[in-house]
């Protein structure tokens, strides 16, 4: 008995050394490479001063100003590199492609895989199939789609210039971005303009609004990955226990419900926007359209896949896997842009004359016109050809890169880049603060200073980051440009804007998950053209 618990002992004692060896050499990977790295804890590597710190992003950018432009920093266990060498960068996200297609796999062991959270020949698959939604001519059919939900937060401003009061306007913009996006990707009439307590609006904001970096099953998800796949599926297991008894069970005798994680509430009642275009098909080619199209019963292995792009298939968890996305990165992204242009313009009224100067000048019929040539409302045509406004968005999105923690890719092999060693797993993170911030890249005028005209000088290609790079770039950045564009010439057509007393106090900008202020005070005032 006493020999079986020394040699149970014995066993422990050597699988605990063994993993304290194993962390060590984990802990070498950038000694080894010469590439220098801040002080950092074992067993949390640098997570710990990233926990501490206001958002990642921001420790990243003071730790570059110490360490240079290219550092490592390890979360947990997985070595990243931090780079704002923009050479660098582009044989990362362009030239070496291949071998890092992946981002943090921090969500590979989630059941089902989307456009966003895939790797490889999975991402392959979804990126093929979803590619043709933001084409040009489809861009110029939704147009109208876009027009028409900007005619209703038209609407709904009116309201604030009567009252001639300050008042919030990101709000206005976040249900609107949420009622173009459904219309113009899934054929959904929302309206959550006229009715923001929309379920699927209230969970998507919750998502956003979680915080789930600060909870303590995500710190401890990214400081030990091994137990990941075992953790996540406790907490799906336990949701789809909890969606059963809302869905099933709770309706016939109770309104109250079991909370369900918000992205799981999403997941789990998504299938019925799926439902309700199979029961009533359109002509329409949208995202969800291109979708069914593929849709499969069928297991699908990527990793047996004969590589002939048209067997590319989605099965319907995929589907509703990419609807749950797009609602997110096509609500939060443009809204939150939209947020801080209108906050640049009630700063600078230099700039808010030059665009509206530009404005004026489109071939757009008022109310009193009637010449056949000109047009209502602003397209696809029409913002497409505005300099000063191309030149206008750029610097907000430069001064705002808002889902810059997206930058990144993961290796998928053992590679070399610039002479340096990069081992399979291994993590490249963009730095894109530092890199938008760059006096060397970005000069003579100080980048600190809100300047469009900057843009009109070429720059390093990856200068400027605020949609990524490479293959695997924004999906939607063409669909957000157009309607960012159409609501910013419909507004300032019509109206100037003013800062509110509460637009600096208000602001409270904070990082967590993406660059987000909290409210943007305005006023608006009908113009005398
Ligand atoms: C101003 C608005 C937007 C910004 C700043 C933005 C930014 C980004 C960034 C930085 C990435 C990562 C790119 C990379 O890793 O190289 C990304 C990816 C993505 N974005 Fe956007 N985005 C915006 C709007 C949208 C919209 C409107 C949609 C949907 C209609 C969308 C859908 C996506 C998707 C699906 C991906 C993942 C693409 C992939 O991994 O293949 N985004 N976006």
């Not at 020999?3 to 984990?26: A, K, P, V």
């Not at 067993?43 to 110490?66: A, C, D, I, M, V």
């Not at 947990?76 to 890092?100: C, M, N």
């Not at 953790?231 to 079991?258: E, G």
């Amino acid at each position: 008995m006493l020999s079986l618990s020394i040699i149970l002992l014995l066993i422990c004692i050597g699988l605990i050394t063994y993993y304290f060896l194993q962390l060590r050499q984990h802990y070498q990977y950038f000694s080894r490479l010469h590439i220098p790295t801040p002080p950092f804890h074992f067993f949390f590597g640098h997570l710990k001063t990233l926990w501490n710190s206001t958002s990642f992003p921001r420790q990243f950018e003071t730790w570059t100003k110490e360490y240079g432009k290219i550092y490592g920093v390890y979360q947990g266990t997985v070595p990243t590199f931090v780079v704002s060498d923009p050479d660098f960068l582009q044989e990362v996200f362009v030239k070496q492609f291949a071998a890092f297609s992946g981002r943090t796999n921090f969500f590979a062991s989630a059941k089902i895989q989307n456009v966003f959270t895939s790797s490889d020949a999975t991402w392959r698959r979804h990126r093929h199939v979803i590619n043709p939604t933001f084409s040009a001519a489809k861009l110029k059919l939704m147009s109208p789609l876009i027009n028409g939900c900007i005619t209703n937060v038209m609407e709904k401003l009116v309201d604030h210039v009567t009252s001639d009061s300050e008042f919030n306007i990101y709000t206005y913009y976040k249900r609107m971005t949420m009622d173009v996006i459904c219309r113009c990707a899934f054929g959904l009439d929302t309206d959550v303009q006229s009715n923001p307590n929309n379920m699927y609006f209230k969970k998507v904001e919750e998502l956003f609004g979680a915080r789930i970096r600060s909870t303590i099953f995500f710190k401890l998800l990214q400081v030990v990955p091994q137990v990941r796949t075992t953790i996540v599926k406790i907490f799906d297991s336990i949701n789809n226990v909890r969606a059963f008894i809302n869905i099933r069970l709770l309706p016939s005798v109770s309104k109250k419900q079991l909370h369900e994680r918000p992205d799981m509430w999403l997941h789990n009642r998504l299938h019925s926007v799926i439902e309700q275009r199979q029961q009533t098909p359109t002509s329409r080619v949208d995202l969800l359209q291109l979708m069914l199209q593929v849709i499969t019963n069928e297991q699908i292995n990527d990793v047996v896949q004969d590589g002939s792009k048209t067997n590319y298939r989605l099965t319907r968890e995929e589907i509703v896997s990419n609807i749950f996305i797009f609602m997110l990165a096509g609500y939060e992204t443009t809204s939150t842009t939209l947020a801080f242009a209108t906050y640049e313009l009630a700063r600078h009224p230099e700039v808010h004359r030059k665009l509206q100067a530009e404005i004026d000048q489109l071939p757009l019929a008022t109310d009193d016109m009637s010449d056949d040539d000109m047009k209502k409302y602003p397209d696809y045509d029409i913002v497409a050809q505005m300099p000063y406004m191309d030149l206008f968005v750029s610097e907000v999105l430069r001064m705002y890169p808002i889902a810059n923690q997206a930058i990144q890719r993961r290796a998928s092999e053992d590679t070399i880049v610039q002479g340096i060693k990069i081992e399979k797993g291994t993590l490249v993170y963009a730095d894109v603060y530092s890199i938008h911030y760059d006096q060397e890249l970005w000069g003579p005028e100080d980048p600190k200073i809100f300047f469009p005209e900057r843009h009109e000088t070429k720059r390093h290609p990856m200068a400027y980051l605020p949609f990524g790079a490479g293959p695997r770039h924004c999906i939607g950045m063409r669909f957000a440009l157009i309607e960012m564009k159409i609501l910013l010439v419909r507004l300032l057509l019509e109206y100037s804007i003013l800062p509110g007393e509460h637009l600096h106090n208000k602001l409270n900008i904070h990082e967590q998950p993406a660059l987000a202020p909290e409210a943007v005070w305005v006023k608006l005032v009908k113009r005398s053209v």
